[in-house]
């Protein structure tokens, strides 16, 4: 990329069940994908939490995050992320404890403070445990305390966990995690590959109001970047069809399984439901090289973002890897 500062590559997988597939099939998917892209040199794979949704295979995200680590080397592997408030501290420090003495120096634990799903499946994840997006900021402190290590006379122990420093992401789609990120010195992921339009006064706040910390002296940034590369500008188009349909799917509040593309769906839409899948996707890159390069190289002029964390839903397995090869191929070659 031509720019002074070409961002790192990473990925985030919520493990798509397609149409005429099934969850084992999406499984199998998201193990060929990480091999796939550690292969090609990225950073990082994560995860994400969802659930009650037919069509995401990633709810037990502590799960999925431990087999990819056993089916790849040395590529990172995380949560992008764990909703906190689905789940008490000690019970996370726990799993990603567990998994940092499995797989040393590889695991990265994501934070959000969104339920990541509607209010009846938050209702049984929690029980009888109250908890608001409000409790965010202390129990991501009581999770850093939980994984640092153990203090004399400290009665609360995370057994796997403490000691092990599982590295904390805050992740975020508005302004208040990009300060509470900032306040704590954490690294901080936006998550523009769904939500774009707080891009950038987040990052600009985050990067206003970052303060050193013991694990980062100064700010790193992390932005969602949805892409499609293709050997055409027109095939991307097709083959991105199928996000466009996931899309308007979570829109019109019917979401379902991932399905085949479908030549001319955007063109076929009426005007208001074009540009709400627009916006939705505004920060995503779709063509052939060139265009991969050249949308990638604004994006890191425009937000000088130290990573982008790509999310490609191609429908056909062998073609999302392609992609990502031609994606990797236009970021080097730029």
Same mark, same amino acid.
């Given at each position: ?77 995380? $949560?992008?992320?764990?909703?906190? *408030?689905?789940?008490?501290?000690? /019970?996370?420090?726990? %799993?990603?404890? =567990?998994?940092? #003495? ?76 990009a300060q509470l990120a ?30 050193? $910390?013991?694990?980062?002296?100064? *700010?790193?940034?992390?932005?969602? /970047?949805?892409?499609? %590369?293709?050997? =055409?500008?027109? #095939? ?52 052939g090289p060139d265009t ?43």
């Open positions: 990329m031509t720019t002074n500062h070409t961002p790192v590559l990473s990925m985030l997988d919520l493990v798509a069940v397609r149409e005429g597939g099934s969850v084992g099939d999406a499984l199998a998917i998201a193990v060929r994908t990480a091999q796939h892209v550690e292969s090609l040199g990225f950073k990082r794979y994560w995860l994400a939490e969802h659930h009650n949704m037919p069509g995401i295979a990633s709810s037990a995200t502590a799960v999925l995050v431990g087999h990819i680590a056993g089916s790849t080397s040395h590529i990172r592997v995380g $949560s992008g992320g764990v909703m906190l *408030p689905n789940h008490a501290p000690l /019970v996370v420090a726990e %799993a990603f404890g =567990t998994l940092a #003495e499995l797989y040393p120096g590889r695991i990265d634990l994501g934070l959000g403070r969104a339920p990541g799903t509607d209010g009846a499946t938050m209702r049984a994840l929690r029980r009888d445990r109250v908890e608001t997006e409000a409790d965010f900021p202390r129990d991501v402190a009581e999770l850093q305390q939980l994984l640092a290590p153990a203090q004399p006379g400290q009665r609360l122990i995370a057994t796997p966990g403490a000691g092990t420093q599982v590295p904390l992401w805050l992740l975020g789609s508005s302004l208040f995690s900032a306040h704590m010195g954490l690294p901080y992921a936006f998550a523009s590959h769904f939500a774009p339009r707080l891009l950038q006064p987040a990052l600009q706040l985050y990067r206003e109001l970052f303060r050193p $910390s013991a694990v980062l002296h100064k *700010p790193y940034v992390m932005i969602g /970047v949805p892409v499609i %590369a293709a050997p =055409t500008d027109e #095939e991307a188009e097709y083959l991105a069809s199928s996000t466009y349909q996931r899309v308007l799917g979570i829109l019109t509040g019917q979401r379902g399984l991932l399905r085949p593309p479908v030549e001319g769906f955007l063109q076929g839409l009426p005007a208001p439901e074009r540009a709400a899948i627009g916006d939705f996707l505004a920060m995503g890159v779709v063509g991969v390069r050249a949308g990638l190289q604004a994006l890191a002029r425009d937000t000088r973002a130290d990573e982008f964390m790509l999310v490609s839903d191609v429908f056909d397995p062998a073609l999302r890897l392609r992609s990502l090869t031609l994606t990797a191929q236009a970021t080097i070659a730029g």
